[in-house]
């Protein structure tokens, strides 16, 4: 069989398998999606209650700029640990030499994008596929499962992100009570930071005012009675570096 033929073949039980992935989960129904690679979900939703998570493989991208198709396994910023899963496809395309498979990138068109998940879907059994768009790439998974809500990792992704209802989806902050963008109070932190930057698993974005510096000093850590004091709370990052620029004295 040539590759043509080969696609037309997985492309077709593609269409099969995502029609009935479309109805079984009214997936045209959600309006949002947000995708977290470190967990490997992909949450579509229209708000809390009404959503939906499912695993996923991330097949590669399409740079609209560039036009060129990028092989998830070949993408050094792509940090999904079950991309490891698509080399299956890669050894079948070299077996056979479809070069398309074997290629870690290559010139392409928008085309590709949808045969080569339709490929990735076969082998890797997936429910359904999906393509997520932002203005440079077009994003192509393969999902492999529908998660329960309560599930840990979908909990602990929850926990990762805020809903920040000024600035959507970001990474958290904790900040003291005392830290607003009205009265300047300081603004100490437990390492220098700057927005944007990449943290360790076990850092956060943390700040206090003066006067909780002054009560931490007191008992030269972080207790009882200083976290009393302090009364951490959660805000968006984007939050975070606002109250940095504003309370920030010197
Ligand atoms: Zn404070
Ligand atoms: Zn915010």
């Given amino acids: ?110 085309l590709d994008g949808w ?19 932002s203005d440079h790439l077009d994003f192509y998974m393969v999902l492999t499962a529908v998660e329960d809500k309560n599930s840990k990792s979908v909990q602990q992704s929850k926990q990762k992100i805020v809903e920040c209802t000024q600035h959507g989806f970001a990474r958290p902050g904790f900040v003291c009570q005392h830290l607003d963008c009205k009265t300047v109070s300081g603004f100490h932190e437990a390492f220098d930071t700057y927005k944007g930057m990449e943290l360790e698993e076990e850092d956060d974005f943390q700040a206090w005012c003066d006067e909780c510096e002054k009560v931490r000093a007191e008992y030269g850590e972080w207790n009882e009675e200083s976290e009393n004091f302090a009364q951490i709370r959660l805000v968006c ?10 309370n920030q004295n010197f």
Avoid at 117 to 132: P, Q, R, W
């Fill in 1 to 110: 069989m040539n590759y043509k033929e080969f696609c037309q073949e997985k492309l077709d039980h593609l269409i099969e398998i995502q029609n009935l992935f479309k109805q079984q989960f009214d997936i045209d129904s959600y309006e949002n999606w947000f995708y977290d690679s470190e967990f490997e979900l992909l949450r579509l939703y229209n708000s809390d209650e009404d959503e939906v998570y499912f695993t996923y493989i991330p097949v590669g991208t399409y740079s609209k700029e560039k036009q060129t198709w990028m092989w998830s396994w070949f993408n050094d910023s792509s940090i999904e640990k079950n991309k490891k899963k698509l080399l299956v496809v890669k050894e079948f395309g070299i077996k056979n030499q479809y070069e398309k498979l074997q290629e870690g990138t290559f010139p392409s068109d928008e």
């Fill in 115 to 133: 045969e080569l998940t339709s490929v990735c879907l076969d082998f890797l059994n997936g429910i359904g596929a999906y393509k997520v768009n």
């Fill in 237 to 246: 990052e984007n939050c975070y570096f606002e109250l940095k620029k504003f």
